[in-house]
């Protein structure tokens, strides 16, 4: 079965950077698009950014374009988003996501991971 595990959250001081990592496995990973989202405490889940299959396409919420990059690695089946410049606004769990292209991953995954929390202190 499809399984996504999330790696690198924890705590950081605002300005700092973090590198989350979302391992992939029960598919075949260079084929499928992957996204990530975030839901802060009492809020709802919301789109960080999304990438396609090769990679050559991204796309960025308005609140994280130029501080976070999404990217991937095909021979380890990752995800990543290397966020910089973190605001204590960006706090929340931050989820990985996979579907079979750009507009289905963004709006209705097929599959999620199970998270990694993200504080960053002011």
């Known amino acids: 079965q499809v399984q996504l595990v999330e790696s690198g959250g924890g705590l950081v001081q605002a300005g700092g950077s973090l590198r989350l990592a979302c391992a992939a496995s029960?598919?075949?990973?260079?084929?499928?698009?992957m996204a990530w989202f975030r839901q802060a405490p009492g809020k709802e889940r919301e789109f960080v950014a999304a990438i396609n299959w090769s990679g050559g396409v991204t796309y960025y919420a308005d609140s994280v374009k130029g501080r976070f990059t999404i990217s991937r690695d095909k021979f380890k089946n990752t995800v990543y988003l290397q966020m910089n410049s973190l605001e204590p606004e960006d706090t929340a769990v931050y989820y990985c996501?996979?579907?079979?292209?750009?507009?289905?991953?963004?709006?209705?995954?097929?599959?999620w991971g199970q998270g990694t929390q993200v504080t960053v202190s002011s």
């Open positions: 029960g598919l075949t990973f260079s084929t499928y698009a």
């Open positions: 996501a996979v579907g079979p292209n750009t507009r289905v991953v963004i709006t209705t995954p097929d599959y």
